[in-house]
T-cell receptor
Framework: TQLLEQSPQFLSIQEGENLTVYCNSSSVFSSLQWYRQEPGEGPVLLVTVVTGGEVKKLKRLTFQFGDARKDSSLHITAAQPGDTGLYLCAGATPTGNQFYFGTGTSLTVIP | NAGVMQNPRHLVRRRGQEARLRCSPMKGHSHVYWYRQLPEEGLKFMVYLQKENIIDESGMPKERFSAEFPKEGPSILRIQQVVRGDSAAYFC???????????FGQGTRLTVV
């Protein structure tokens, strides 16, 4: 059973376009993280959101945590080839002992 | 401030040998998590340890796999009598407190031949 579902699974867009990646669950999370992973490397933490409805911006990336803390989205404005990678969401449950990872979204930005 | 350090980066073992994967958490972090990743797949939880204690090993196979995080030294993930199906990337992450943001190492890519 996959606790966190990400969509889309694959995304290929032209440089300069906007995109949104979704991370959904039926479970409540005490915090949610977004990571980006490049081939052959470990996931790199982009952001952590902890409050329902929270919005965080990191340059061209906007992260939102759902009001009920069950879902999140990542919006990228004016995508660049350097944004190419695997985007992973991960949630920590209030009583759990692990970070549950989403299925991942593989993004390719074509120059 | 060094990040999470894993070694070796690449490890080749013949079937039946033992694999030992090491993870040094970030300074000040006492919580360590091990994950396995197969090609084109997400990260699967294996085990969560806090200094000298295994807190949750629900994702780790009961046989051949073990993990430790001693008082001194790195966390070790040990795989005995490796089989081809053990070939994967193994990632370690650490956090300062339980279930707070975790930082990952670069992983150990195990290949069983």
């Amino acid at each position: 059973t996959q606790l966190l579902e990400q969509s889309p699974q694959f995304l290929s867009i032209q440089e300069g376009e906007n995109l949104t990646v979704y991370c959904n669950s039926s479970s409540v999370f005490s915090s949610l993280q977004w990571y980006r992973q490049e081939p052959g490397e470990g996931p790199v933490l982009l952001v952590t959101v902890v409050t329902g409805g929270e919005v965080k911006k990191l340059k061209r990336l906007t992260f939102q945590f759902g009001d009920a803390r069950k879902d999140s989205s990542l919006h990228i404005t004016a995508a660049q080839p350097g944004d190419t990678g695997l985007y992973l969401c991960a949630g920590a449950t209030p009583t759990g002992n692990q970070f549950y990872f989403g299925t991942g979204t593989s993004l390719t930005v074509i120059p | 401030n060094a990040g999470v350090m894993q070694n070796p980066r690449h490890l080749v073992r013949r079937r039946g040998q033992e694999a030992r994967l090491r993870c040094s958490p970030m300074k000040g972090h006492s919580h360590v998590y091990w994950y396995r990743q197969l090609p084109e797949e997400g990260l699967k939880f294996m085990v969560y340890l806090q200094k000298e204690n295994i807190i949750d090993e629900s994702g780790m196979p009961k046989e051949r796999f073990s993990a430790e995080f001693p008082k001194e030294g790195p966390s070790i993930l040990r795989i005995q009598q490796v089989v081809r199906g053990d070939s994967a990337a193994y990632f370690c992450a650490s956090s300062q407190q339980a279930n707070t943001e975790a930082f990952f190492g670069q992983g150990t890519r195990l290949t069983v031949v």
